[in-house]
Nanobody
Framework: QVQLVESGGGLVQAGDSLTLSCAAS??????MAWYRQAPGKQREFVARISITGVTSVANDLRGRFTIARDNAENVVRLNIARLKFEDTAAYYCNTVPPQTNYWGQGTQVTVTS
């Protein structure tokens, strides 16, 4: 049974940095990605990482978002630098492409002034 558990979100100030974690169980050796869903908007792709560590970040997020993985611990992390109000969203991890039944609860990031 696949389980993806996101953590690390919270209430943060604009300009701060934050690292989110995704602990994966029941799954291994898969390309993984982070997605986010802002209030009233559709879920969108944020960043992906291959099994070998090759990364890709959504065009409008490059320079502030960094994705990394620890294959030994089966954890995928997302570092967000210089947080902006528009980064407020629920952040989720999933495979590439995402599987409907893999979505977890997500972790909420709320950026304040």
């Amino acid at each position: 049974q696949v389980q993806l558990v996101e953590s690390g979100g919270g209430l943060v100030q604009a300009g701060d940095s934050l690292t989110l974690s995704c602990a994966a169980s029941g799954i291994n050796r898969r390309a993984m990605a982070w997605y986010r869903q802002a209030p009233g908007k559709q879920r969108e792709f944020v960043a992906r990482i291959s099994i070998t560590g090759v990364t890709s970040v959504a065009n409008d997020l490059r320079g502030r978002f960094t994705i990394a993985r620890d294959n030994a611990e089966n954890v995928v992390r997302l570092n967000i630098a210089r947080l902006k109000f528009e980064d407020t969203a629920a952040y989720y991890c999933n495979t590439v492409p995402p599987q409907t039944n893999y979505w977890g609860q997500g972790t909420q990031v709320t950026v304040t002034s």
